[in-house]
């Protein structure tokens, strides 16, 4: 069974603090990504990546920056959090652009910053 | 602007009843349309998807039905249960990518 981890659960971080949230899956899958989900937004993409050092631009990818420098992990950056970055951060993983492939998620990091 | 809209963005539902949410789309390249469900303190899950070359998809009490014509689908749940309580959602992805676009979700909540 393919499993995501996120290394936290719960994060409190102050304003202007620079943020990792680490993501880590177990199945050799090449596709990753980050969203953020917030009440009536439902899912929104922030960064994907389809392969080790390769990243793409989501729909929502201002304040945030990405790293994959191994094939099972995928770093999510804030480079100086701010409060409308107060959210529910969800990474999930895929294999390659098979037709039947499902996103596996993890279960989150909610992140809250003050 | 919403490629993916998703309707209602809330349902109660009595047990034993049915549930339906739905969903529209513009995009006439998406090619694939899973949905997920997601229970409170986890990720979303992949819980039935169809291909456009089919009307309908049925999974126990779940089906997905679907126009092609009319660019919807829609998710039945049958004899709703409590268990079933959950966010539900939607998505859509065109042929040869891997990124869904998602429906802004649906919350479930199934009475006793």
């Known amino acids: 069974d393919v499993k995501v981890t996120q290394s936290s659960r719960y994060l409190v971080k102050r304003t202007g603090e620079k943020v990792f949230l680490e993501c880590v899956q177990d199945m050799d899958h090449e596709n990753m990504f980050w969203y953020r989900q917030d009440p009536g937004l439902g899912l929104r993409l922030i960064y994907f990546?389809?392969?080790?050092?390769?990243?793409e631009k989501g729909d929502i990818p201002e304040g945030y920056s990405v790293s994959r420098e191994k094939k099972e992990r995928f770093s999510l950056i804030l480079e100086s959090a701010s409060t409308n970055q107060t959210s529910m951060y969800l990474c999930?993983?895929?294999?390659?652009?098979?037709?039947?492939?499902?996103?596996?998620f993890g279960n989150g990091t909610r992140l809250t910053v003050t | 602007q919403q490629q993916v809209k998703q309707s209602p963005q809330s349902l109660i539902v009595q047990k034993g009843g049915i549930s339906i949410i739905n969903c529209a789309y513009e995009?006439?390249?998406?090619?694939?349309f899973p949905w997920y469900q997601q229970f409170p303190g986890k990720g979303p899950a992949l819980l039935i998807a169809i291909r456009p070359d089919v009307s309908e998809k049925k999974e126990g009490r779940f089906t997905i039905s679907f126009n092609k014509s009319a660019k919807q689908f829609s998710l039945h749940i049958m004899d709703s249960q409590p268990g079933d309580s959950a966010t539900y959602f939607c998505a859509a992805r065109a042929g040869g990518s891997y990124i869904p676009t998602f429906g802004r979700g649906t919350s479930l909540i199934v009475h006793p």
């Open positions: 995009n006439t390249a998406f090619d694939y």
């Open positions: 999930a993983s895929s294999r390659g652009t098979t037709y039947n492939s499902p996103l596996h």
């Open positions: 990546s389809y392969d080790v050092k390769m990243k």
